[in-house]
Structure formats: C-alpha cells, structure tokens
C-alpha cells in the first residue's frame, strides 16, 4: 500500500462511521487525560504498552502548537493557581480539575477590565497541517470550545444562574464578547486541516438538566448554531461533549449539526438513546470508568452487545475510553478486544 493511501486509512474509517457509511470495524480512542505522575507509572506496565501496540488509536487530538499552556505549571507544594481567563483556582490532589475559588468577573464593574486571553489565538497554523498531513489517523482540534462553562467559572456558578434568571445588560454583554472570541478561536482551527473541531459544556446533572430546554433553545441553541454554522463552512465534522442526563437536548444538538457526542450512556439508558440510532455517533460514554471499572469479560460483551443493537446503525459508535484510576487495564483490554473482534457490522 502507498503511502497515500496509508494516511487515508484510519481517517477514512473515521469518516464512514460519522456518515453512517459501513465502515469496516468500529474506531477506537483513549484518553490519556490523567495527571501525568498516574500517566508517567501506567506507561511502565507491560499491559499498557501491550494495550498501545494492539489497540492504537484512530483519533488522536492535534498538539496545540504555539499556544500556551491553559493553566500555569505548579511548583511543588504549590495548590492555587490561575488559568489563562483569570480564574483562580485551589489544586485537589489526585484530581484533573481544581476547584474554582476566585471567578474574575464577580461584579460587573470588573467586566471593564477583564479581556480575552488573546494568546489562544497564536495557534501555529502551519505546524498544525504539517502534522495532519504526517498521520494517517482522523485529527481533532486540541482546543475545547466551551461557551456555558466558560461563563459560570468567570461568574461563578451561582452567580451564573442569576444571571440567567434576571437577564442584566451586563449578562449580555459578557455573553457576546465571549461568543465573540470563541468564534475567532473556533475558525482559527477551522482553516486548518484538523478533521473535527470540539465543543465542550456539562448541561446535565444526575436527573435531568442544569437548565431548561426552553432556556437552552432561546439563548444558547442559536450561538451552538453559529459554531455548527463554521464547521459547515470548511467541511469540518464537530465532536462535542456533556456529562450529565442531557437525552432532552439530543434532538436539539443533532438539529445543530453534531456529529459524535461523549455523554453518559449508562447514566441515561441505551433504550432511550436508541431513538437517535444513525442520527449521531456516540463517542464512547463518559461514565465508563465509573459502570465497567471492575466489570468482567462477559459483562463487557454483554454491554457491547447491547450497544450494537441499539446504537450501531451502518455506523455511530465510537469504542472511545478514558483513562481512569478506577479502570483496570484488564478491563480495558477486554473492552477493546471485544469491538476488535467484530469483523462484520
């Protein structure tokens, strides 16, 4: 095989899941997104390495060339720090996410002089689609776009809802300068050759929505459309993530223009989800470390079973995992070996 149609390969079985279009097995992803001493240990086990060279990667996100860090490196013993947004946050040991505990914009007279972290914008364009171009595998944009998020750390959450419910000039304001500069950065990755752009927002909680679908619908369905709207433009696929119970906003997200979806299944059911088969692709479940971190091999199967039945139409599921201290590397194995083995879908 040529090196041509190599590189197309795994970016094609990509695309032909997306699209509903038989791909030939299911493409399969892990998210190394652990703290990097968890990371640095796990790579010394023989079962990591052996799970790296049987089951690599068919999406992979494209490093973040020429931009800086989001957050600032931590000297040892140090736990407070801010991020790019001047959020403040308290580390948590052992946690991905710190703990936010100064928002910049707790009144609205700081409005005036918080700005834009505009570094986000230095991306290194020209280093981005050389890498592309040096992979056979389907590249997504290493930015998360992340518009509902954003603005509860720079108002604090509770402020946050408030705003919401009054609805001040200010809000307003807040929200279209944001929206603004997410447009920016999202068609800064878009005039590259990176195959997806990424959108990020928790909307759910345990039983059902932070918010109302008609609050969801009225102001923020319109901006998500603006972002679906830049995809479109440069013939880019959009993967978006959500934890939390958000089946209400799954007709909304695929009217958007969505294309793969990392959300709790397990949280929300596969038989409700089932309604949305060849709609959307699934890009894994967020909550799989928490359901199948101890599970054994014919539980797996039987959960993988179910997912082809309800989900898998010519297409639509993603075997995507994320690395977890709850989840065994054996689990993991089982996991992958079990989509691997599918040879006819």
Known sequence: MNAGKRRKKRRDLVRQTLNFDHPPRIPRQIWPVWPEGYLSSLKRKPLWQKLRRCFPDDLIFCPAFGLPPAEKRLKKGELIYSDEWGCLFRKIPGSLRGELISPPIRKWEDLENWREPVTRLN??????????????????????????????????????????????PEFFYLLRRLHEFLMKELEMW????????????????????????????????????????????????????????????????????????????????????????????????????????????????????????????????????????????????????????????
């Open 123 to 168: 991306l290194d364009k020209e280093r981005v689609n050389d890498f592309c171009c040096s992979t056979d595998r389907f590249v997504l944009a290493s930015s998360w776009i992340s518009l509902f998020e954003r603005l509860q750390l720079l108002r604090g959450p509770e402020k946050l809802f408030s705003d919401l419910k009054q609805r001040p």
């Open 190 to 345: 878009a005039e590259t050759r990176v195959d997806g752009l990424c959108l990020m927002d928790d909307w759910g909680g345990e039983k059902g929505l932070l918010v109302s679908p008609e609050l969801f619908r009225s102001l923020f369905k319109p901006l998500y459309s603006e972002y679906a709207s830049i995809a479109r433009k440069y013939k880019k696929f959009i993967f978006f993530h959500s934890d939390g119970y958000i089946l209400d906003l799954l007709p909304d997200l695929i009217e958007i223009g969505i294309s793969a979806i990392n959300c709790q299944l397990f949280l929300m059911g596969i038989k409700p989800l089932s309604s949305f088969r060849g709609q959307v692709t699934f890009w894994g479940s967020s909550d799989l470390a928490t359901y199948l971190g101890r599970a054994r091999k014919r539980d797996i199967q039987a959960w993988g079973e179910q997912i082809l039945s309800s989900l898998w139409e010519r297409g639509g599921f993603i075997a995507q995992a994320e690395l977890s201290p709850q989840l065994r590397l054996s689990t993991l194995e089982a996991y992958f070996s079990f989509w691997k083995s599918l040879t006819k879908l």
